[in-house]
């Protein structure tokens, strides 16, 4: 995630912001549970590097989804942002991947920042048909939003979201400051979101700190995580969520989906996963950085 990215963290504040008043006014519709669902992954599964650690040293290429969905339970897809897929290829990744797991396909670009939303009702059409092949695989597919798009543009995102099916729940990531701001407007458009069950996303960057807005619009919290390749301000933030997921456990926060970022190379993706999975009491082995080869 190149957006939010600083080469220099040495002087960001990683300090949490508060939970928006909204958020517990919310997670207080659910009943409280014991046990959170979680879905933790990455944002892609066609890295190299990632042989020795989440794939095994002699796996090919076309061997890696299969091997991704071994260790982790969901992906950040964003091969639909760039375009709209045939059902063929869509089927082919459904069947290399475990039942429970799920695909979170990130909207069409041309839909979200060519045309902001408007006139663009066949198109959405188009990429809804697609991603229905996903089947039960298929996550909330996720709308993001250009930085561009600030409430001047709210009224697109409303007609937007009012003529979706309405069996399809979406999520959305705002990246416009003003969208975090207490305008009128900003107001209607979390209302529409909560009314309509759909879930917001935080995104946790070092560049763009208030995109930590901590305002759920339903009992789902979708964190998209930013690392800084192990830096250890990376392992204080996921302790800090990890506390205040906590807190929203016990508040009636039903569900968690944890994507992770991190620059592409060899091991600082898998390895957080690996230590959010060692906080959670959980285990995910990683393949040995070096495998022996056998004389035989």
Not at 49 to 65: C, D, I, S, T
Not at 269 to 296: C, D, M, V
Request: proline content about 5%.
């Amino acid at each position: 995630m190149d957006f939010g990215k600083l080469s220099d963290i040495s002087k960001v504040d990683f300090s949490m912001p508060k939970p928006h008043l909204a958020t517990q006014k919310v997670l207080n519709k659910y009943e409280k549970t014991n046990t959170l669902e979680w879905q933790i992954g990455a944002n892609l599964w066609a890295n190299p590097l990632w042989k020795n650690h989440l794939y095994p040293a002699k796996a090919k290429q076309a061997e890696f989804l299969t091997f991704y969905g071994k260790k982790l339970s969901c992906l950040e897809l964003n091969a639909t942002f760039y375009r709209i897929f045939e059902p063929k290829t869509i089927e082919k990744w459904v069947n290399q991947v475990p039942n429970n797991f799920k695909f979170y396909p990130k909207f069409y670009k041309e839909i979200s920042h060519n045309f902001h939303l408007k006139n663009c009702k066949e198109l959405t059409k188009a990429f809804l048909h697609s991603i229905s092949f996903f089947g039960k695989k298929l996550g909330v597919p996720f709308l993001q939003l250009p930085p561009n798009f600030s409430p001047h543009y709210a009224k697109n995102l409303i007609n937007f979201i009012e003529n979706l099916p309405n069996n399809l729940k979406i999520a959305v990531e705002f990246r416009h400051q003003h969208w975090f701001r207490n305008y009128g407007i900003v107001e209607e458009v979390f209302e529409l979101l909560e009314a309509k069950n759909h879930t917001t996303i935080i995104t946790a960057t070092s560049g763009k700190r208030e995109l930590i807005h901590q305002r759920l619009t339903n009992g789902t919290l979708f964190l998209r995580f930013s690392g800084n390749k192990l830096h250890p301000s990376d392992y204080q933030r996921i302790d800090n969520w990890l506390n205040l997921i906590e807190e929203w456990k016990i508040q009636g926060l039903q569900k968690v989906i944890w994507i992770i970022h991190q620059p592409d190379e060899e091991f600082s993706a898998p390895k957080t996963i690996q230590y959010i999975y060692q906080k959670l009491g959980k285990n995910l082995s990683l393949y040995p950085q070096f495998e022996q080869g056998s004389l035989f």
